[in-house]
């Protein structure tokens, strides 16, 4: 009678508390280097690695002379726990920056953080004792995907797993410089005809939306098309054009005089300025006081 041998299982992986102390010595070449380095004793380096190889049974060093090498088994086993080991630290970093740091790091546009949020930040900082870590982008920035924190948006939701705060509702009204409306007046249909249009998104056409609301088409001479507010305004200011502008954040180009509306009558843009938020419980509390903060802030714009 014939009988299958069953493979025998492969051993069990050595505890991974070994790996500091046999990394740091193949990379240092010395026990004694290694426990400067890990703030432990040379013995401790010795015994942690003799049972790490006795856990192996395999030599991972051998000494020639007074040097301190690699073994085969040696190089074959650091190939993988110094990748290992790197691996572990660089996802602890991300951990202890997501559930463990005081930081809020936040994206918004530049127009946003240039205009609004740098110019009164030491302020927040100084009465919450949050730090802010301000990235900017033109682009909805997807907070599962990196290691955000928070968005300022301007849009509509909803955001798949973020939580959505409104900061402020939303008004458009159209600007242009006041030597732009001089040489372009605008009082009738036909004189459409000779302006300049100013995107300043490129996914979302806001002048259709005013031609929805005006219930008829806008036939421009020519149409100038940016990826940015922050570019668009400037664009804007140089007298290149008219552009839809987003209150209250504008605000302050109209009251400078660089800017001006082209009547008094403001358009629902139907968004919303919202802070978006990765759902975490540890950081809630801290979210909540920048809502209140950025609440504040564009109702006094």
Known sequence: MAYNK????????????????????????????????????????SQQIKSLEQRIGLSLFSRQGKELQLSQAGEEFFSFAAHSLGHYQQGWQGFAEQFLSPQIRISMTDYVANRIIIPRLADFMEH?????????SSRNQNLQANTLDAAIRFGTPPWPEHHARVISDAQVAMVASPEYWRQHPLTCRQHWQHQTLIHARRVTNDWQRLEQSQGYTITARQQLMFDSYETAIEAAKAGLGIMLASFPTSNQELRSGVLQAHSEKRFSSGEHFYLITKPNDHKEKRYQQLFSWLSAVFAEL
């Not at 919450?128 to 900017?136: N, Q």
């Open 6 to 45: 069953q493979p025998s299982a492969p051993p069990q992986a050595p505890p991974i508390q070994y790996l500091p102390a046999f990394v740091a010595a193949a990379q240092l070449g010395s026990f004694r280097a290694a426990a400067q380095q890990l703030n432990v004793t040379p013995s401790a380096i």
């Open 128 to 136: 919450s004792g949050i730090p802010l870590e301000i990235h900017t």
